[in-house]
């Protein structure tokens, strides 16, 4: 029982270079979050997923995409990098009916 | 849209005592409030939670207090340990189920 898993766990991309953070539960909670931590600072919602099918936009979501795959699975696609976008990556999960959300191990992601 | 504001950012006490951090919040329609620690280089874990109802939960040396009229909320630690020294998050879920983060509080507990 894994709970909440993010691969990969380190990514340097140059600046314009795309690429696509993967997080996968096995909670078989309904919900579904990416949230980024700048140095510092606390976490900021980019987009999240209430159930399979559906996505909506969080705090800052300009400059990614999201897909959610089935019910397990919820991926952030960078389609071009930038620096402003160097940060830490949680995906959290979260069960329909509770309010508690469980984050994953994060992606510590650097855009030179 | 939600805003929650924490202080202090940094606090350091000495072992066994008692340690405070307060979160403030704008939206009255808010109804859940977790508490999240973060060890350095870990993910954010729960450690407590309250809901809109309630007005204090405690957890062995943890509680939290919640005053909706003023609406802030704050986190108690008592006889604190080397162990408890962190980053703790408080944060507050609005009506669409999205939780906004305070900014942290870095907390040392000095043997």
């Known amino acids: 029982n894994a709970g909440v898993t993010q691969t990969p766990k380190f990514q340097v991309l140059k600046t314009g270079q795309s690429m696509t953070l993967q997080c996968a539960q096995d909670?078989?909670?309904?919900?579904m979050y990416w949230y980024r931590q700048d140095p510092g600072m606390g976490l900021r919602l980019i987009y999240y997923?209430?159930?399979?099918?559906?996505?909506d936009k969080g705090e800052v979501p300009n400059g990614y995409n999201v897909s959610r795959l089935n019910k397990r699975e919820f991926s952030l696609r960078l389609e071009s990098a930038a620096p402003s976008q160097t940060s830490v990556y949680f995906c959290?999960?979260?069960?329909?009916?509770?309010?508690?959300?469980?984050f994953g191990p994060g992606t510590r992601l650097t855009v030179t | 849209g939600e805003n929650v504001e924490q202080h202090p950012s940094t606090l350091s006490v000495q072992e066994g005592d008692s340690a405070v951090i307060k979160c403030t919040y704008s939206?009255?329609?808010?109804?859940?409030f977790p508490w999240y620690k973060q060890e350095l280089g870990k993910r954010p874990q729960l450690i407590i939670d309250?809901?809109?109802?309630?007005g204090e939960k405690k957890d062995q040396r943890i509680a939290v207090t919640l005053n909706k009229t003023a609406k802030h909320f704050s986190l108690h630690i008592t006889e604190t340990q080397p162990e408890d020294s962190a980053v703790y998050f408080c944060?507050?879920?609005?009506?669409?189920?999205?939780?906004?983060f305070g900014g942290g509080t870095r907390l040392m507990v000095k043997p």
């Open positions: 959290a999960t979260g069960d329909r009916g509770r309010f508690e959300q469980y």
């Open positions: 909670m078989n909670h309904n919900s």
């Open positions: 997923s209430a159930s399979e099918g559906t996505t």
């Open positions: 939206d009255s329609a808010s109804n859940y």
């Open positions: 309250i809901r809109s109802n309630v």
């Open positions: 944060a507050a879920r609005n009506a669409g189920n999205m939780l906004t």
